[in-house]
């Protein structure tokens, strides 16, 4: 089994997620050693749903206000309708999710979870699936929509829906732990020997 200790993974959330798209991914994440840890927009705590009925309530780890990229290792987009509907108007938010993008960093995304990945304007050229009502908007961005359970695009992990769920969070956990963070990345590259290069 792949392990993710040492790793910190942030779950993006606002009002209205999909509670079960929350929290069997963060279950997975942990039982694989990661840290995981809840960004969000709201205060102190944050509604989770049961389709269209309230569910728990969940407490924030990092205010999104102070929420900066590069202290995690990869970033997981729960779905539900109100959630991406809130984040993308947040430039915050947007922007927190390009970063990953930018850095070259795992991110995970199920249901309607590609709205936010659309604002960000990450999307073109990749391959990736989604809840079926987010598929015009998708190929409208440039995107690569596929109907399937899970998707893998150069780190960008897609599904469509709870159904999803066992086959997204094995496919997630694989993805997170083959990524070497960027920064580690770097450093190896400045501790490698310099190469002898020959005289002619």
Request: charge should be negative; charged fraction near 20%; glycine fraction near 6%.
């Amino acid at each position: 089994m792949a392990t993710l200790t040492g790793k910190t993974v942030a779950l993006l959330v606002a009002e209205g997620f999909e509670q079960v798209e929350l929290a069997e991914p963060k279950a997975a994440l942990e039982r694989a050693g990661a840290t995981t840890r809840i960004v969000s927009p709201a205060k102190d705590e944050v509604q989770g749903w049961n389709h269209f009925e309230a569910g728990d309530t969940f407490p924030v780890d990092v205010p999104l206000a102070t929420a900066d990229a590069q202290s995690f290792d990869a970033l997981v987009l729960p779905g539900g309708v109100a959630n991406p509907d809130q984040l993308r108007l947040l430039p915050q938010a947007v922007q927190f999710v390009r970063s990953f993008f930018e850095a070259g960093k795992p991110v995970a995304v199920i249901c309607h979870g590609p709205w936010t990945l659309i604002e960000a304007g990450v999307v073109r050229g990749r391959t990736l699936t989604s809840w079926p009502s987010l598929k015009t908007d998708l190929v409208n961005a440039g995107a690569n929509w596929v109907d399937k359970e899970v998707v893998v695009d150069h780190g960008l992990i897609s599904s469509r829906k709870p159904a999803d769920l066992p086959a997204f969070n094995r496919e997630m956990v694989e993805q997170f732990a083959k990524a070497v963070h960027p920064q580690t990345a770097s450093r190896r590259q400045e501790q490698r020997p310099p190469s002898s290069s020959s005289r002619h």
